[in-house]
């Protein structure tokens, strides 16, 4: 089975800090998507990759970037953490829409 | 671009009775459809997914969904629910092309009490 590792289970750090989230996949896929997580909104698209050093924004990138370097890797990066920016952060990757997606266990992300 | 709306946000069911999960999408193309399961404190797993032909199709856990292009609806069932079953249930849409993200509803959290 694709397995994608998120790094953290469980963040807290301070507004204003730079915060790195990373997500590692074990099966070759092309596709990866960095999803946030809000009780009453479902998964909203931040970012996502269809290719090494390819990246294209989603429905709500603003304060956040990406990187990716190595195919198997996805990093998200929120440049100055802001208290509206705690929620849950999910990592998916995709070899193609007919598969769908398979997802991380999510991080937790508080910021105070 | 693709909207998916989830037309309850919780749905409380007795053990062993049947659910229904209501999902209406829009789309001005032809779209996969999904629905994912997400247990307390774990990510998403795929319940099942509907890309072509017959229009019901069978998942994971004894869940079904029937797509109804007509009425742009892809409504999840169970004929009887355990207490297992208790976890948010989210729809999603596909267009079929590109990278075909994933556009998902707001999601439905099931409750099932003994």
């Known amino acids: 089975d694709v397995k994608v590792t998120q790094s953290s289970r469980y963040l807290v750090k301070r507004t204003g800090e730079k915060v790195f989230l990373e997500c590692v996949q074990d099966?070759?896929?092309?596709?990866m998507f960095w999803y946030r997580q809000d009780p009453g909104l479902g998964l909203r698209l931040i970012y996502f990759?269809?290719?090494?050093?390819?990246?294209e924004k989603g429905d709500i990138p603003e304060g956040y970037s990406v990187s990716r370097e190595k195919k198997e890797r996805f990093s998200l990066i929120l440049e100055s953490a802001s208290t509206n920016q705690t929620s849950m952060y999910l990592c998916?990757?995709?070899?193609?829409?007919?598969?769908?997606?398979?997802f991380g266990s999510g991080t937790r992300l508080t910021v105070v | 671009a693709q909207s998916v709306t989830q037309l309850d946000s919780q749905v409380p069911v007795f053990e062993e009775a049947p659910v229904e999960l209501r999902c209406n999408y829009s789309?001005?193309?032809?779209?996969?459809l999904f629905w994912y399961v997400q247990y307390p404190n774990q990510g998403l797993q795929l319940l099942l997914k509907?890309?072509?032909?017959?229009?019901l199709v069978k998942g994971i856990n004894g869940f079904e969904a029937e797509f109804n292009k007509s009425q742009t609806s892809f409504h999840l069932r169970k004929p009887s629910v355990h207490i297992s079953d208790t976890a948010e249930y989210f729809c999603a849409v596909s267009d079929l092309q590109g990278a075909q993200k994933l556009v998902f509803g707001q999601g439905t959290r099931l409750t099932i009490n003994p």
């Open positions: 990759s269809y290719d090494v050093k390819m990246k």
């Open positions: 099966m070759d896929h092309e596709n």
């Open positions: 998916a990757s995709s070899l193609g829409g007919r598969v769908g997606y398979t």
């Open positions: 789309s001005s193309v032809s779209v996969y």
């Open positions: 509907y890309l072509s032909g017959s229009t």
